[in-house]
């Protein structure tokens, strides 16, 4: 079976650039979340969608940053006027449960490496 | 959530057993204890995750203390490939987001 897929795998932009990242969830996962990954660090949440709600979007840096997630399946992370700060990796991961449930397994994408110049 | 803290670096042989200790002095009672790998150019993958006593699978095993104010990874017999980093993660389901550390990078040699 197919797990969660995330393109493009590599993304450079040129400071002020517009940028969009596509997340394709597992099939039938109700979760769906957005990380980024500084080089050396551990990843930090970003926005979390339950279908096509957006339920906590408390990570996101600025407002340059946009989720979506219309159909309650795929997901795209836009960033807007891309700064060099913003250069890390985007990672998508996907659940089968929604929020309430002790057991809650996130099963992670290869993650987009955004170089910002 | 509570905060968690781990080795930065682990070095190990192959064939030996490796145990990752995590301290989370104020974990909730609520509060579940998962444990993610990470390789290079990947996503982290879910390991195991428990509540108390110990919890085993086919990849590892997880030991938690009556206290619940730490918790040990335990890793049987590592092989090259299990070079990655380990995270250590308390938290629920209820609250969705899953807090990273820095991890522990075990190095296994040959």
């Known amino acids: 079976g197919a797990g969660v897929s995330q393109s493009p795998r590599y993304k450079v932009a040129k400071r002020g650039q517009d940028v969009a990242l596509r997340c394709d969830p597992i099939?039938?996962?109700?979760?769906l979340f957005w990380y980024q990954q500084a080089l050396g660090q551990g990843p930090e949440f970003l926005t979390y969608?339950?279908?096509?709600?957006?339920?906590?979007k408390s990570g996101l840096p600025s407002d340059r940053f946009f989720a979506e997630r219309p159909e309650g399946s795929v997901s795209t992370l836009k960033i807007q006027r891309t700064q060099q700060e913003d250069s890390a990796v985007y990672l998508c991961?996907?659940?089968?449960?929604?929020?309430?449930?002790?057991?809650?397994?996130?099963?992670f994408g290869p993650g987009t490496r955004l170089t910002v110049l | 959530l509570a905060k968690t803290t781990q080795p930065i670096s682990m070095d190990s042989y192959e064939g030996q057993e490796v145990n990752i200790t995590c301290s989370h002095n104020?974990?909730?009672?609520?509060?579940?204890i998962t444990w993610y790998q990470q390789f290079p150019s990947q996503g982290p993958r879910f390991i195991i995750q428990?509540?108390?006593t110990k919890v085993t699978n086919e990849v590892a095993s997880l030991f938690i203390p009556a206290d619940r104010k730490s918790s040990t990874l335990s890793l049987p017999r590592v092989s090259l490939s299990d070079t990655a980093v380990y995270y250590c993660?308390?938290?629920?389901?209820?609250?969705?987001?899953?807090?990273f550390g820095t991890g522990t990078l075990l190095a296994v040699q040959p």
């Open positions: 428990g509540y108390k």
């Open positions: 993660l308390v938290g629920t389901g209820a609250t969705n987001k899953l807090i």
């Open positions: 099939s039938g996962h109700v979760s």
């Open positions: 969608f339950q279908n096509e709600a957006q339920l906590d």
């Open positions: 991961a996907s659940s089968f449960r929604g929020s309430g449930s002790s057991y809650n397994e996130q099963f």
């Open positions: 104020n974990i909730a009672t609520n509060d579940y």
